[in-house]
Nanobody, 126 residues
Framework: VQLQAYGGGLVQPGGSLRLSCAAS????????IGWFRQAPGKEREGVSC????????SYANSVKGRFGISRDNAKNTVYLQMNSLSPEDTAVYYCAATRRGIIVSECRRDRSYDYWGQGTLVTVSS
């Protein structure tokens, strides 16, 4: 399974970006997908996830109400829509996938995932 995250870039505070996670060698609807981010000098944070078994989604408190995870089965792509961005959202963003059964409380933990894409940098700055 190979994942590729893309769509990052430079955006002004208050702006929006949509990140994409595309897969080869796998059908993403068969996987639980997580989005993670890591800012310089900080630990990796689980931002959002969508569980394959029931479509349950979860968000970190820091992004709740501003970010949304979605999936396009026809394009075999998972998206992370990011709105009302602030400089605190600046980070490298990664997507990850697993076919293992994941309980809700583990959905945004990086240890739950087996496959990782390369990161895409999001910079929020004026």
């Amino acid at each position: 399974v190979q994942l590729q995250a893309y769509g990052g870039g430079l955006v002004q505070p208050g702006g929006s970006l949509r990140l994409s996670c595309a897969a080869s060698g796998a059908t993403l609807s068969d996987y639980t997908i997580g989005w993670f981010r890591q800012a310089p000098g900080k630990e990796r944070e689980g931002v959002s996830c969508r569980r394959r078994s029931d479509g349950h989604t979860s968000y970190a408190n820091s992004v709740k109400g501003r970010f949304g995870i979605s999936r396009d089965n026809a394009k075999n792509t998972v998206y992370l829509q990011m709105n009302s961005l602030s400089p605190e959202d600046t980070a490298v963003y990664y997507c990850a996938a697993t076919r293992r059964g994941i309980i809700v409380s583990e959905c945004r933990r990086d240890r739950s995932y087996d496959y990782w894409g390369q990161g895409t940098l999001v910079t929020v700055s004026s």
